[in-house]
């Protein structure tokens, strides 16, 4: 199947300053991607939707500002928690669908997902 | 809107147990259901998938069938492993391209 690959897997970063979380669709061309966030024991929550060339789609309550999304080409999208506080700290996921035949069923493939710390 | 409630867990059986795990769902139309795996530390792994009504979606033991007439998609196995444990999600689609709606999951854990 499909890869998605998400780096870093973990990082540890002091309050304040910012951090980059990078998802990329390995072999195959992503226009859409989805950034989940997920607290402990519970589901995922959906951030926003990145969408190749343009401005991601947040949801209700999801500070763009400080959740920055980039989406500058098919295989790549970005998030950046800037001026990182404690309460940032989670599990975030990056996914992406294969785009074509499928419709409704295709599979989306996931990154698996960046523990950030906010010390 | 769309939504996926699965029942409340966490789930503890001894192995070898069978394990049913309740998901329903409310959507306009005819989504796509889904259950995902997440192991420990891990992101989600597509376990099995129904696209229509009637449809059995089956990997690794696990089944589970798309009861329109209930707006289900029960994920069931005969005899659950250790090697099983992990938070299981069930998930749909109505239209591509765009993000799964997912369930608040639900924690197996078994025994040996």
């Known amino acids: 199947g499909a890869v998605v690959s998400q780096h870093p897997s973990w990082v540890i970063c002091k309050s304040g300053t910012s951090v980059k979380i990078e998802c990329r669709s390995l072999?195959?061309?992503?226009?859409?991607m989805f950034w989940y966030r997920q607290f402990p024991k519970q589901s995922l929550m959906l951030m926003a939707t990145?969408?190749?060339?343009?401005?991601?789609?947040?949801e209700q309550g999801v500070e763009k500002d400080k959740f920055l999304i980039n989406h500058a080409s098919l295989t790549l999208s970005t998030l950046t928690v800037t001026s990182a506080h404690p309460e940032d700290s989670s599990f975030y996921i990056c996914?992406?669908?294969?785009?074509?035949?499928?419709?409704?069923?295709?599979?989306?493939?996931f990154g698996q997902g960046t523990r950030l710390t906010v010390v | 809107g769309n939504s996926v409630t699965q029942m409340e867990g966490p789930v503890t059986l001894s192995e070898e147990a069978f394990l049913t795990i309740n998901c329903t769902y409310t959507?306009?139309?005819?989504?796509?259901l889904f259950w995902y795996v997440q192991y420990p530390g891990e992101g989600l792994q597509l376990l099995l998938k129904?696209?229509?009504?009637?449809d059995k979606g089956s990997n690794k033991g696990f089944e589970a069938t798309y009861r329109k007439e209930t707006t289900s998609f029960h994920l069931e196995k005969g005899s659950v492993q250790v090697s099983d444990s992990a938070v299981y999600f069930c998930?749909?689609?109505?239209?591509?391209?765009?993000?799964?709606?997912f369930g608040k999951g639900t924690t197996l854990s078994v025994s040996s």
């Open positions: 996914s992406a669908r294969v785009t074509g035949t499928g419709g409704a069923g295709t599979e989306a493939f």
């Open positions: 959507a306009t139309g005819y989504p796509s």
């Open positions: 129904a696209t229509k009504a009637d």
């Open positions: 072999d195959f061309q992503a226009t859409t």
């Open positions: 998930a749909l689609s109505d239209q591509a391209g765009t993000a799964l709606i």
């Open positions: 990145s969408n190749e060339g343009s401005k991601a789609t947040y």
